[in-house]
């Protein structure tokens, strides 16, 4: 074989190593760690328990071969993204707040996540970041509106875990899963957070303070302690020699006025006897007055008012006994009159009522009837005569054995228009000054009762059946006397 011969094959072996080397590259693919190859075509079946619904063949982690013009592969991506959350929420309290926070997530690692996703977001993986959003944005608000501004910032663990909860079921249907779900920050444009941690603050703020003045006071403390323990020792010793120079002194003094210091001893001596003595004569007078005096005072006093008690209230029990009496007798005298008129009044009625059955029982003639019935009515009359005369007999006999008693029931009958016959004396008064309280009301009101006899010209007046001037609408004279 000659060098050209060699070399025409050796280069047709090389352009064939390149056409299959080609070809190779043409229709090979490897799926990077990082994503998902996603076969669809003729031919492009997974050998799994997707196989018969997927309708495409899904690679990851190794390489494939794909006929170019009948199969397509497109790669998917599995590795984490990011996605910024913003989002504007009213809490349950009606807060405004902004909630600030970063999902991080991936599409899953199970054939059935990445057909999900590959369905999802083949074509539009670029968009996987709005759905996401706006997914996470949704849940953000309702989760928020469960909760109060104190429980987002103090738990802010619970607002992730049930957003992440909340969202689970979404994020499978996407064939996504959540890596990371971060609350970055809550912000309030009301100032209610601002707000709520200045009490904390404040306090923080107060306890520094009070903590600062308790050590200042005492550092203070311990310095006064330390310069009283140092007045005390120097005191101590002004006093100690003090002492010692007043007994040298005393000593000294004592010596010099040993006589005039007996004399003013034994004067004072006197003194306080004779102030004992003053006290003790003044003692006794007071108890000679206490017994002699006062006490024989009281006693009579206390006597006095005791028996004035005791007369009054035998004079108020008598003439209350005397009312009573009086009351009942005049009741007692007026029942009877009542009842002999009341029976004579029966038996006319009663021989009235016979007379008329036995009219009608007979069945006399019409005038028969007439005048038994003329007969009734007279013999009715008549009786009714005797009755008024009997009632008028029998209260002459009780005025003349008891005229106050009866003038005391007919008073006490028609008491309510006596005290209304009184009362219209006041009628024109203008202006009255009562200067005993009610027991002058009561006086004044007796007073215009018995004015000019209205008392006992008013009981006269009902005994003989007449209506009392005061009654019938006049005005009276009482009432003249008072308005004059």
């Known amino acids: 074989m000659s060098s050209t011969e060699f070399l025409v094959i050796g280069g047709a072996i090389v352009v064939a190593l ?27 079946h997974t050998k799994n328990e997707l196989a018969d619904s997927l309708g495409f063949k899904i690679i990851t982690g190794k390489g ?14 599995l590795d984490s993204r990011a996605t910024n959350l913003q989002v504007s929420c009213v809490t349950q309290q009606g807060i405004p707040v902004q909630v600030r926070g970063v999902v991080i997530y991936k599409v899953g690692d ?27 944005t949704g849940h953000l608000r309702s989760i928020t509106g469960n909760l109060t501004v104190e ?36 912000d309030d444009e009301t100032g209610y957070i601002v707000n709520l941690g200045k009490p904390h603050a404040a306090k923080i703020a107060a306890s520094a303070r009070i903590a600062e003045a308790q050590r200042d006071q005492e550092a203070t403390e311990a310095e006064q302690v330390a310069a009283a323990r140092k007045a005390a020792a120097i005191r101590e010793s002004q006093i100690q020699q003090a002492g010692y120079q007043a007994e040298v002194d005393q000593a000294a003094a004592k ?47 206390y006597e006095t008012v005791t028996l004035s008690q005791a007369e009054r209230d035998a004079r108020i029990a008598q003439a209350e006994a005397e009312a009573r009496e009086t009351e009942l007798r005049a009741a007692a005298q007026a029942s009877q009159v009542k009842q002999a008129a009341a029976a004579d009044a029966e038996s006319v009625r009663v021989r009235g009522e016979a007379t008329a059955a036995a009219t009608k029982a007979t069945g006399v003639a019409e005038a028969d009837a007439a005048k038994a019935k003329g007969l009734a009515q007279a013999e009715a009359a008549k009786a009714k005569g005797l009755a008024e005369a009997e009632a008028i007999r029998a209260r002459s006999e009780a005025l003349a054995e008891n005229q106050e008693a009866v003038i005391a029931q007919q008073l006490a009958e028609n008491w309510p228009q006596i005290v209304e016959a009184g009362a219209k004396a006041f009628g024109n008064v203008d202006h009255m000054v009562v200067l005993n309280g009610a027991q002058g009301i009561e006086e004044m009101l007796a007073k215009a009762l018995t004015l000019g006899g209205t008392g006992l010209g008013l009981a006269r007046t009902l005994l003989s059946g007449g209506t009392p001037a005061g009654l019938n609408g006049s005005e009276p004279d009482s009432k003249k006397a008072v308005d004059s």
């Open 64 to 77: 494939t071969a794909v006929l170019p013009g009948f199969q397509t592969a497109r790669r998917l991506r």
């Open 255 to 301: 010596a010099r006025q040993a006589g005039p210091l007996s004399e003013a001893t034994a004067r004072q001596e006197v003194v306080v006897q004779e102030t004992r003595a003053a006290e003790l004569e003044a003692q006794l007078s007071e108890q000679r007055l206490q017994s002699q005096v006062r006490k024989p005072a009281d006693a009579k006093a």
């Open 110 to 136: 199970d054939f059935t996540s990445i057909a999900n996703a590959a369905r999802r977001f083949l074509d539009q993986q670029d968009s996987m970041n709005g759905a996401i959003h706006e997914l996470f």
């Open 151 to 186: 429980d987002l910032i103090l738990n802010r663990e619970r607002l992730t875990s049930e957003t992440r909860s909340s969202a689970a079921d979404e994020m499978s249907k996407l064939g996504l899963v959540v890596d990371s779900l971060q609350i970055q920050e809550i």
């Open 18 to 44: 390149i056409v299959i080397i080609l070809l190779f590259k043409a229709v090979w693919r490897v799926a990077e760690p990082n994503e998902a190859l996603i076969i669809s075509g003729l031919g492009a």
